[in-house]
């Protein structure tokens, strides 16, 4: 069965440094998202892509973040300046085309920030 | 604002029993509304996904409901097995928008 991945599982980083998530989404989805949990807390939407541009993002996805979809099948988000407060679990995610198909996600990637 | 809350956050129950775990929503205007099961340290599995137009979906054990107008939905865990020892959460999909938003979620133990 087709599923999104996301590499790496973990990332530990300096305050300051630029970090890329990867992402590869379910290849024949359309529609592409970024969410975080911070630990304990909810899931937060960030970002969501379609047609090689924002679709719509948060608060949370300032000046900081940006996303790309560098090729046909690779969606990343890169985070230029890491603060401490960055640190979560960050999830990929695609659906295939309707407004109300399902979201499917990847495991996430722990981004740790030190 | 959306705003999805589910209660309670921790339920701990003896393995066999059926079980019903709770989200309510504030706004009815969403398209969807989708489970999903955590793991510790993992990601998010999609288990069930209502549309606005029903009313339930049931997938094996797993039955979810939905009723818009009093802003709920449940989900319905029959005959619970240690495996299914997790975090749930519900998300909605709001009404002119592409994100979910998610609840806090619900940690299930069931107790062999």
């Known amino acids: 069965e087709p599923e999104v991945t996301q590499t790496p599982s973990h990332q530990v980083t300096q305050m300051g440094q630029e970090v890329i998530l990867r992402c590869v989404p379910i290849s024949n989805h359309l529609y592409f998202y970024w969410y975080r949990q911070i630990l304990g807390q909810k899931v937060e939407f960030l970002v969501s892509?379609?047609?090689?541009?924002?679709?719509?993002k948060s608060e949370i996805f300032d000046d900081q973040f940006s996303v790309e979809r560098p090729d046909g099948s690779n969606f990343t988000l890169k985070i230029r300046s890491t603060k401490l407060e960055d640190s979560a679990m960050y999830f990929c995610?695609?659906?295939?085309?309707?407004?109300?198909?399902?979201?499917?996600f990847g495991p996430g990637t722990r981004l740790t920030v030190l | 604002k959306q705003e999805v809350t589910q209660i309670p956050a921790a339920l701990s129950v003896p393995e066999g029993e059926n079980l019903v775990l709770n989200c309510s929503f504030t706004d009815s205007a969403i398209y969807n509304l989708q489970w999903f099961r955590q793991d510790p340290g993992k990601g998010l599995t999609s288990l069930l996904l209502?549309?606005?137009?029903?009313r339930e979906q049931t997938s094996g054990r797993l039955n979810a409901s939905l009723d818009k107008s009093s802003g709920r939905s449940t989900l319905y865990i029959a005959a619970s097995q240690p495996g299914d020892s997790a975090t749930y959460l519900c998300?909605?999909?709001?009404?002119?928008?592409?994100?979910?938003?998610f609840g806090q979620g619900t940690r299930l133990t069931i107790n062999p």
């Open positions: 892509f379609y047609n090689n541009e924002i679709s719509e």
């Open positions: 995610a695609s659906k295939w085309q309707g407004t109300a198909d399902t979201q499917y």
């Open positions: 998300a909605a999909l709001v009404q002119g928008a592409q994100k979910l938003v």
């Open positions: 209502i549309q606005s137009s029903q």
